[in-house]
């Protein structure tokens, strides 16, 4: 454990270069590289003892538990074609009109994000909606741009639209009810609010464009119908074991397993599409970042933010909530949502917090990112998906884009949560 001031200063060096490793990505090497050197190093140069790297890691099992249901739900419906499905569907009921398939989108992108969390939107909507709407003669930008937004607007909804509400909250997580008290309202707002900015800056784009009115309709097979059923059910054993205040890791697991199994079988298909499929990588990253946030609790820092936070709520509870949650949003622009939702996540822990301050912390850390590329996790694999289909989007662009949708829908959620 570093106690001395030079094994502090060199563990809080590795975890800043470790984490500016996952967000730039050197070398083209995968984020979850970079996640596990820094938690090596931390263990290895003797800076955080094994020992506490393993509760760290500990810490971290009902995330990889749900992230696993997750992705292999994700993936199955991704492979059974039911994205394309229902795509495809939204190009029908648009009936030639830009603007509503923009809306349909936006609304099959608000269900999926709270049902199958932000990650699913990025990895298999996107390439659903490149599909579909290139098949209609639109121009994808504007409805991609849909998918990378509502990703992370949608995802407080419920404890499972966002990984990272696992993070914060972790065994804490509010039990439905008051996670719906809490949230309902400001998730609410978010999403009407970042509908209205988005589609007020695509006006342009929208209205010089003629798409068709149908496009060829994938056939929804058994397998695919089955799918759906399983993330209904899936909803369903959640939104249950949310209500029972029941961790939320084993039972996604268990429905994403069960789900994949029986349609597998029915079908007597492989599984190896399906668990190629996955993005693996995603676990020992998160696993990296619990370990390295383990060692910020163990240098003290955790501590002294707890303690200025605490300071803050003692003068005004109000103020306190709004700085903290301007403050953590734009934390997640400069190093990802994930780290700072472990760091947000550790100092709410440490000592009972009034609910509009921890509401603030999860608001900024789930709607923060929509200002740049490098805020979340979703929003990387939303970038990954646009480059398989040869489509680049830079920082400065979506920076431009995200400084006009998110400070709304930000300041917005949090009015209403702070009130």
Known sequence: MPTAPHEAIWAWSIIVAATAGVIVRPLSLPEAVWAVIGAGALVLLGLLPWQDALVGIEKGVDVYLFLIGMMLIAELARLEGLFDYLAALAVEYADGSPQRLFLLIYLVGTLVTVLLSNDATAIVLTPAVYAATRAAGAQPLPYLFVCAFIANAASFVLPISNPANLVVFGARTPHLTEWLRLFALPSAA???????????????????????????????????????????????????ASALDKPLGLPTFICGVATAAIVLLLSRQSPLPVLRGVSWS??????????????????????????????????????????VGIATAIATNIANNLPVGLVAGSVAASDHLPAPVVSAILIGVDLGPNLSVTGSLATILWLVALRREKIEVGAWPFLKLGLLVTPPALVTALAVAVR
């Open 190 to 240: 978010s999403i009407l609010l970042t509908y209205v900015v988005l589609r007020l800056t695509q006006h342009r784009a929208l209205k010089e464009e003629t798409i068709a009115r149908s496009v060829p309709h994938p056939k929804l097979g058994r397998g695919g119908k089955l799918t759906a059923a399983g993330i209904v059910a899936i909803g369903v054993v959640l939104v249950t």
């Open 282 to 323: 995603v676990l020992p990253l998160v696993g990296g970042l619990f370990v390295m946030v383990e060692a910020l609790v163990k240098t003290g820092v955790i501590g002294q933010l707890s303690a200025l936070l605490h300071q803050a709520v003692a003068q005004s509870v109000p103020k306190a909530a709004w700085s």
